[in-house]
């Protein structure tokens, strides 16, 4: 016994020259998120807690309650302006979340992986333009005296830019604008996701008679679910910050498409045209507060951070 207890002693001294570890398990966690919290509070925080305080005062500084949101609700082009941006949203998540999880699946099951590795690879490549580059590829593409798709928008009755630029065509253009420069790194968001289904999950549906469709709809996807929430928050969340794409066609038009066409715009005019500051930032916190709201519905209704249990 004493033997043993000397040589549990000697164990649990340190050794000499050693340093006593000042680091603990989760400090270099720490360490690595502290860039990213320093960022957040900079450009987040703070002009998030400005911008409410610019909403709930005027010019003066003086607390005016809710009349800065009443007057932007009573702007003319609010209510339209938020419309166009709704119309767009359905269009683009429906069109995202649909052909986004469907050519994943058709990646990870039904295509050989050196194809399918090429096709996300070039499903990805819009995506790395940025945002100006890629309105600027879609107004050649718009336009019917340039567009190497003349011929389509032709079938289609759209001869000159302006029928194009109708104001009834806006949120479908967008839609395509936006599908084609986030749908690729969407693709391979969920194709990761699919990847972490186990095999035997999917070898025993096709062993109790499940074809590739049934598993699908009722494996895969629902497996995945989490997932496609995810994708849909912060899909809605950038869809509600439109604004090059329709700053940009408005420039590009000369006029055809409405200064205030997205709130963003509006809130663009209020504080760079208007100098409206508290306006502005009375807009923000409107689609901010309508971001957090979906947000919630999507988290409460897919239980995004519920752990599945194994």
Known sequence: MTLLATRQVTASAPRRGSRPRRWGRGSAGWFFVAGYAVLLLAFGVFPTCYAFYLA????????????????????????????HVLLYLVLWLVTL?????????????????????????????????AGVASVLVWLFMLDPDVSPVSWLLDRLGLHTFAAVLAPGNLPVIFMLIAFWTGAGGWMVVMYGALNNIPDEVIEAARMDGAGPWRTAWHIQIPMIRQWIAYMTILAFAGGTQLFVEPQLLQTASLGRVSPAWSPNQLAYVYAFQQGDFNGAAAISVFLLALGLICAGLLVARSNMFTLDET
């Not at 932007?72 to 938020?82: E, L, T």
């Not at 039904?110 to 499903?123: E, H, N, T």
């Open 56 to 83: 709930f005062t005027n010019s003066a500084g003086q607390f005016t309650g809710f009349n800065q949101f009443t007057k932007v609700v009573r702007d003319y082009r609010f209510g339209p302006a938020f419309s």
């Open 97 to 129: 979340v649909v052909l986004t999880v469907l050519a994943a699946v058709l990646l990870r099951s039904r295509v050989r992986p050196g194809l399918s590795a090429l096709l996300r690879f070039l499903y990805y490549i819009p995506g790395a333009l």
